[in-house]
């Protein structure tokens, strides 16, 4: 039995992130446990699915009676429910057997404890405190955003042991000049956050701050990058966008040659004939 069962529209969604875990591990990101992926679910909870937090569904069983307390209470994700990636999980694991290495989390009413619901005992991700901090912003802001991603996407976490490209905006210039797309589905850029412990609640905070700057996505200074987006598949295409930018700076650095990228009036011009009909919508 599955909390999958005789619901169509959860369903689909935990199949695209598997689809999308599938991706980050062929792409290379995702050594090891590396990456996790957080989905708000709460609209497609249906009554069998709430019962479960009431007692009264047969799924219900005794790991759900333990309560797992946040550092700082997230007061938007009151009786929130989430589908999280495991901690320690494989991507590639996730892939095929996304109820096995990821679990539904549901947020209780003092928005500063968990529970683990559906559909085994599987421990959300490590870095819970930037997905969840992040999601109980983008709610607060009313944002149609719904997905989170870590990933740890090889060429873009290169470039941030660079010094010179960790100054504002370097990279994101560099990245938009290589390939109209970056300019045109990454139209805010990539922000910088400085080296913090992964999983650290500074992490968090750096994270969200930086979104609220207004970047689409943050990377994570020689770890990866942190994305969000309406669903797990256009999170993916963002960082997918930006890291083949990397890629083609890369492949030119190596053919001995600094690239020589868009001008400024060709970034200008996507900017205004792409920017605002592709993304027209601020969606932080
Ligand atoms: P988890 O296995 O806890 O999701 O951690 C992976 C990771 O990438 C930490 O930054
Ligand atoms: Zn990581």
Redesign the pocket.
């Known amino acids: 039995m599955s909390i999958l069962d005789n619901n169509l529209e959860l369903t689909r969604q935990i199949e695209q992130v598997a689809e999308v875990a599938g991706y980050l591990w062929q792409k290379g990101w995702a050594e090891r446990n590396?990456?996790?992926i957080v989905i708000n679910i709460t609209n497609e909870i249906n009554s069998s699915i709430s019962d479960l937090t009431s007692g009264a569904s047969p799924f219900r069983s005794p790991f759900s009676v333990l309560r797992f307390p946040f550092s700082t209470p997230l007061p938007h994700l009151r009786g929130c429910y989430f589908f999280c990636k495991g901690t320690n999980r494989r991507m590639r694991d996730l892939a095929r057997w996304p109820m096995d290495n990821g679990s539904i989390i549901h947020i209780l009413d003092d928005g500063a404890h968990y529970e683990i619901i559906a559909d085994k005992p599987v421990m959300p991700t490590s870095?819970l405190p930037s997905h969840l901090s992040v999601h109980n912003y983008l709610i607060a802001k009313g944002s149609p955003c719904k997905a989170s991603l870590?990933?740890?996407p090889i060429e873009l976490v290169a470039m941030t042991h660079h010094r010179p490209f960790l100054e504002k905006d370097v990279l994101t210039k560099i990245l938009w000049s290589m390939i109209p797309e970056t300019r045109a589905f990454c139209p805010k850029g990539l922000g910088i956050v400085p080296y913090l412990l992964?999983s650290s609640v500074a992490l968090g905070e750096a994270t969200l701050n930086t979104l609220d700057e207004g970047y689409d996505v943050v990377m994570?200074e020689k770890?990866?990058v942190f994305a969000v987006d309406t669903d797990i598949m256009s999170a993916f295409d963002q960082v997918d966008v930006l890291n083949k930018a990397a890629q083609i700076y890369l492949s030119s650095r190596s053919m001995g040659f600094e690239p020589e990228g868009m001008t400024e009036a060709q970034m200008q011009e996507l900017a205004e004939t792409f920017g605002l009909s592709l993304k027209n919508t601020q969606i932080l």
């Open positions: 590396g990456g996790n870095e870590h990933t740890h992964p994570w770890h990866g």
